[in-house]
């Protein structure tokens, strides 16, 4: 792997945590779109599938489980921060500390259902790429794309439903939150796939990832000789 494809990693992986903690922040507004109604979530959170398969086509599935598993543990992390922060003596009015209060502290729940359905489902993702990559190589990546998101996008939301509202919703209310959700999100993820286009393969080049070694500014070099 190259010093620049490293570089492009590097910014992969940063899109891939800031496009989770943007879903998570625009999770509170709610939206019509495609005469569904959605959270702002559902336009974020689709573009992590793709930025984890640039991540996989870049350095394989190996740094993509990592990318995935420590995205949930910075979710985590922030959760716990707003809990902390919810919880001190705020400077403001009694109406509005409580009002703050209630958007920063999610339901264990609700924080479960979401850690398990993006690990599960990104890991699912994973595995389907891989698998397209080993039955197809370099052909028809946008397929790569593709496949694996409509297996992975709608499985989050299933984890997640399961999870967050079993034994208290109906299956008619099931069905209806899983559909109309899944089928804009996939939208969305549909529109990210070019992205897969934007960076190299070099996932079997990583096993060398020792061999990287920034070469020195002639200057330097020569500042270094005398």
Not at 133 to 156: A, M, Y
């Amino acid at each position: 792997m190259s010093i620049r494809n490293l570089h492009v990693l590097i910014l992969v992986s940063v899109a891939y945590v800031a496009a989770q903690m943007v879903a998570d922040i625009s999770n509170l507004r709610n939206l019509t779109l495609f005469g569904v109604g959605v959270s702002a979530f559902s336009i974020a959170y689709p573009l992590t599938f793709t930025l984890r398969d640039m991540a996989h086509k870049l350095a394989g599935p190996q740094v993509a489980r990592t990318l995935i598993i420590a995205a949930a543990a910075i979710y985590l992390i922030v959760q716990a921060f707003f809990a902390i922060v919810a919880g001190l003596p705020p400077e403001m009015t009694p109406d509005e500390s409580v009002a703050i209060g209630q958007l920063m502290s999610l339901e264990w729940r609700f924080l479960l259902a979401a850690v398990v359905a993006s690990v599960l489902s990104q890991l699912v993702d994973t595995e389907v790429y891989t698998r397209w990559v080993n039955r197809f190589g370099g052909e028809h990546q946008w397929g790569r794309v593709l496949v694996s998101n409509l297996i992975g996008i709608p499985l989050d939301r299933i984890i997640f439903l399961l999870i967050a509202f079993l034994g208290a919703w109906s299956g008619d209310e099931f069905v209806a939150a899983f559909i109309g959700t899944s089928v804009v999100r996939l939208v969305f993820g549909i529109i990210s796939i070019p992205g897969i286009y934007l960076v190299e393969e070099h996932s079997e080049d990583w096993i060398h990832i020792t061999e990287i070694r920034h070469t020195d500014p002639p200057s330097f070099a020569r500042a270094k000789r005398e």
